[in-house]
């Protein structure tokens, strides 16, 4: 965990513990849905998205927020006169439908949740229908209906000039698929490293403390010449398509993963004593550069505070790689072979950078460190 990202609030150990307890307490409740005549894939417990059977059919469902990212938005507009609301709804509906795939499962409806601290923040029209129209937008290419959601005004829970983005999406495996869970993996897998657009949903916290920080602000100009506010508010990207081109085609899927909060330590949440090699990186965007360097962060904290440059992680059968760099390239996405699954511990081999994450750095099993 780095120092820089716990100082500007969050700290992953803590959140891990409250949710492998969360998950703990979850568990107690499968027998339930056996009752109502369904079932629960206790398996999938800890995974990105919750999978069940209901009526003859495999469903996952998963509720996902974004952050403070929306509060990065509210402080570019405010000093830079830009609206990008469309973007950081864009951004939670990604978030949402990212975790959603990472099971083999593709969204069918996608809810929204909209918290405010007054009612007023919906006075300004071009900025709730910004917001509106970049939540359909996403919802549009990840081929989801926007089913409907909930808008909540929490006066003394959330600021009067702010809005907590969140939501929930429910998706259905593929006839004749199963869900992903990782137990396929095996040594020689390869391991499939697609690009991010930058900041994504993570590690917005510390952004807006470095932001803080700099004499310029969000006005600050990164060495493109883009401002700092800006790029940091470009467009997570949506893996969805990715996902379904994949789960259609005849390579062997053995795990897949949305590299968001924890970064490249996500590379091995799967629990299985196996050994991550990876050999190459995509590049590091420009605004993910800038983030590190003014953090004063090394590599290790780097890699498992922002996703740098890794956006989702597909796991596939030996020589499949390059098949899933193609499909990848079809859709306009950069991706690359990036390492080998290897028998040996859980852990992650950053070699690029000289990096070694170990099996107790990220534990979400539940039960697991208490």
Request: proline content about 4%.
């Amino acid at each position: 965990m780095s120092d820089a990202y716990r100082s500007a609030g969050v700290d992953y150990e803590t959140l891990d513990a409250g949710k492998r307890s969360a998950l703990s307490e979850a568990l107690a409740t499968s027998e339930l849905l056996r009752a109502a005549g369904g079932r629960a894939l206790d398996e999938s417990r800890g995974e990105p998205a919750f999978v069940f059977e209901a009526g003859g059919q495999m469903l996952a469902f998963v509720v996902e927020g974004l952050g403070t990212k929306s509060m990065i938005a509210r402080r570019v507009e405010q000093e830079l006169g830009v609206n990008a609301f469309a973007n950081v709804a864009y951004d939670t509906v990604a978030a949402i439908v990212n975790d959603l795939c990472c099971v083999g499962a593709l969204p069918l409806v996608v809810n929204a949740y909209f918290a405010t601290g007054s009612s007023d923040w919906y006075a300004r029209r071009d900025r709730h229908e910004a917001l509106l129209a970049g939540w359909r937008e996403a919802c549009a290419d990840a081929r989801a209906s926007w089913g409907g959601g909930e808008s909540p005004s929490l006066p003394g829970l959330v600021a009067p000039e702010d809005i907590e983005l969140a939501g929930s999406a429910v998706g259905m495996v593929p006839e004749g698929r199963r869900p992903i869970f990782g137990a396929a993996l095996e040594p020689g897998d390869e391991v499939v490293l697609v690009a991010s657009s930058g900041l994504h949903a993570n590690g917005a916290s510390l952004a807006r403390a470095v932001a803080d920080r700099l004499e310029q602000g969000y006005r600050t100009a990164l060495p493109s010449g883009r401002t700092f506010g800006e790029a940091l508010l470009d467009r997570s990207v949506l893996y969805t398509e990715l996902v379904r081109r994949l789960l259609s085609s005849s390579i062997e899927v053995h795990y897949l993963s949305h590299i968001t909060g924890h970064g490249l330590l996500k590379l091995m949440r799967p629990r299985r004593e196996l050994t991550y090699r990876i050999t190459w990186l995509p590049p590091v965007p420009e605004v993910l550069s800038f983030l590190v360097n003014e953090a004063g962060m090394e590599s290790a904290a780097a890699y498992t505070t922002f996703n740098m440059g890794c956006g989702f992680a597909v796991y596939c059968g030996a020589g499949r790689g390059e098949h899933v760099v193609r499909l990848a390239s079809e859709l306009g996405l950069s991706a690359g072979v990036a390492g080998i699954v290897e028998e040996g511990p859980r852990r992650v081999l950053l070699e690029p950078v000289d990096v070694v994450y170990e099996s107790g750095d990220m534990d979400l099993t539940p039960g697991a460190g208490s």
